[in-house]
């Protein structure tokens, strides 16, 4: 890494408290600012001197928080929209450190207004910050300062694409000052002659053919001459590839991952499930309610329709949603005769689905087009069944017939909504729908996460817009 990276990132940590500080400043002022306290005038005494004092405590928190995130990783820049994920994160996790020290101090001060504010405020200044920090870094990578100056060894596609995606990307601050086909004698004498000018800080090998004997010279020359040397990684298919690297019995052994959904991960994505489930089944249990009335009246039936799905390790669980369908609705769908009559079938799969299906009740029309009969499904979430983002659950009689292949997104919990249901709803191909959730279940990650629940209610609305 350059020493001017290293500079800015070191920097980084000061630069972010006292952004903070700066944040908490503005809260409070805004908090006992007149107009403020006409509309909400406040019920405690605080002073200036007293805030102050506590506020360069508090603020130390926020540090923590962005380091937990990972905002100060030295592994170089990363994209802007994982910075500021990382930003609203490491805030959000001090935020929730410092109410839960609030709770058991009830002798600091007690405004909900300064906290809220403070977050805010907190988030959006270091978003600014770093932003404006990225900004002059990019302006002086064209100037030449701060680049990487890096020399290319590959032949072949992938060397070619590396010195492409360097010169598009300005921002990456990369400057390519050689390329060679190999790491030869003369190609060695070249870059000793480069070293002496003081021309080049990395060799970035690009060719997935480069000999064992090759990668061994080049690792022992960047040792010897302190240069960082680095590999694209274009030997596999898959441009992400999840593997975990352990040393047993003195052998070097590389585990390939299933799934990110592991350790820390897995801890993380229950926890999230259980607090988010929980607070949903709370917030819409008045519609839930008021839907269990309206399927009363509608038709005769149960209110919900419970069935078997398979899960997690393929084994098999009662799945609840309302119910929007006649009664006996689910032995219809597999009998030859009522299939053959359909023409809108959705056929070549091993899931029966209908765009137009004459078993649905009125007011399941209406609670399907807003995904209303999955509610239920919350429940299943809290029990920990099913998972808030995952693939969706499909029944005994469907897993039956998948392929290996397509027996892959049993590895982890089935989900509420997912990447299918995002990018096509039920309009997607089967095959398309497996490829979607299988890749995201080797590339999970919070962020994703979140991404895909902020995009399922636009793809309801997007849905309903359709029809």
Partial sequence: MKKSEIAISASLLPIDYLTVILAGLAAYFIRFWQPVQEIRPAIFELSFESYLSLLWVIALLWPLGFALAGL????????????????????????????????????LFDSRFIIIAGWIFSTLFVIMTRGLIRFIQHRLYRYGLG???????????????????????????????AKFFDFSQTVENQ???????????????????????EVNRLNNFSYLNHLTLKFVAGIFDSPIINFEFNTVANLPIIEVKKTRLDGWGKVYKRT???FASFILIIILSPLMILMTLLIIIDSRG???????????????????????????????????????????????TPMIKFKDDPRITRVGKIIRRFSLDELPELFNVLIGKMSLVGPRPHEVEEVAKYNIRQKRVLTIKPGMTGMA????????????????????????????????????????LKKRKTE
């Fill in 72 to 107: 100060y990783s030295m592994r170089g820049t990363s994209r802007p929209i994982d910075e500021i994920y990382k930003i609203v994160l490491g805030s959000s996790t001090a935020v929730a450190i410092l109410m839960f020290i609030f709770f058991f101090s009830r002798n």
């Fill in 191 to 213: 870059l000793y002659e480069l070293i002496k000018k003081n021309k080049i800080d990395e060799l970035l090998v690009a060719d997935a053919n480069i000999s064992d004997e």
């Fill in 421 to 460: 249901q995002v990018a096509g709803r039920s309009d997607l191909d089967f095959n398309e729908e497996i490829r979607l959730d299988i890749w995201y279940m080797e590339n999970w990650s919070p962020k994703l996460d979140w991404l895909i629940l902020l995009k399922t209610p636009m793809a309801v």
């Fill in 147 to 177: 680049v990487h100056r890096v020399v290319i060894i590959g032949k072949g596609q992938l060397a070619n694409e590396a010195v492409e995606n360097f010169k598009k990307d300005i921002k990456a601050g990369y400057k390519i000052v």
């Fill in 272 to 274: 999230f499930d259980i």
């Fill in 302 to 348: 149960g209110v919900f329709f419970s069935y078997q799905r398979i899960g997690q390790g393929s084994q098999p669980f009662n799945y609840f949603k309302f119910r929007s369908m006649v009664k006996n609705a689910h032995q219809k769908r597999f009998d030859e005769d009522f299939l053959k009559s359909q023409e809108n079938l959705r056929a070549g």
